[in-house]
């Protein structure tokens, strides 16, 4: 079964200028997560989906970051300008959605953003 | 206060020790738990759900206790292999929100 599909993997970007990082998920899962996770902490939650609606996106800086899912299934977070704060690694996460004990949200590998 | 909290550590214990790992969450409507273990500049990989009645993995062993809202996480005979950071996550029932604590680390020494 593949995996959670990130990319790029790194990126390096100056402040005040835009990034996107892509996302593609574990097939047939219906929510999907983008973390931040600062050196040092745990996991951030940004903005969850199930399908291709918000479920939530509390975290989320709107002023400057957006995300979409297209027809339920890839993703896309953009973050626009960025700041030297948003140097981080942004983390896609994947799971069935039910929600039970049972059910592992699976991530990707992430992309480690330097904003310089 | 934080939705779920962990001591950060560093624990550093010697190869064969048992470590004991807590998690505190506010929110009493919580209900699932998870432990996930993260490596250096690694994603986070599920190690055990926790279930009410406590469940054991071998050398891992986690706990439930839903009156005073924390986790925990046994590691006994600890290998050079199990130093990582542990990550408590906690979900809400109805939203399948995950959300992760700080995290613990933790280094077996040889």
């Known amino acids: 079964e593949a995996g959670v599909a990130q990319s790029p993997r790194y990126k390096i970007i100056e402040k005040r200028q835009s990034v996107a990082f892509w996302c593609n998920p574990i097939?047939?899962?219906?929510?999907l997560y983008w973390y931040q996770q600062i050196l040092g902490q745990g996991p951030k939650l940004l903005i969850q989906f199930q399908n291709n609606g918000v479920v939530d996106d509390s975290q989320l800086p709107k002023d400057r970051f957006s995300a979409e899912r297209l027809k339920g299934v890839d993703s896309t977070l953009k973050i626009q300008p960025a700041k030297l704060e948003d140097s981080a690694v942004y983390l896609c996460?994947?799971?069935?959605?039910?929600?039970?004990?049972?059910?592992?949200?699976?991530f990707g590998q992430g992309t480690r953003l330097t904003v310089v | 206060r934080k939705e779920v909290e962990q001591d950060p550590g560093p624990f550093n214990v010697p190869e064969g020790a048992t470590v004991a790992f807590n998690c505190t969450y506010s929110n009493s409507a919580s209900q699932s738990f998870f432990w996930y273990r993260q490596d250096c500049r690694k994603e986070p990989k599920l190690l055990m759900s926790?279930?009410?009645s406590g469940n054991e993995d071998g050398r891992f062993t986690a706990q439930l206790n839903r009156a005073s809202q924390y986790i925990s996480l046994l590691i006994r005979d600890s290998k050079l292999s199990d130093s990582a950071t542990y990550l408590c996550?906690?979900?809400?029932?109805?939203?399948?929100?995950?959300?992760f604590g700080t995290g613990t680390r933790l280094k077996v020494l040889a």
């Open positions: 097939s047939g899962h219906a929510t």
């Open positions: 996550v906690v979900s809400t029932s109805g939203t399948y929100k995950y959300i």
């Open positions: 926790v279930y009410s």
């Open positions: 996460a994947s799971s069935a959605g039910t929600g039970g004990p049972n059910t592992e949200a699976f």
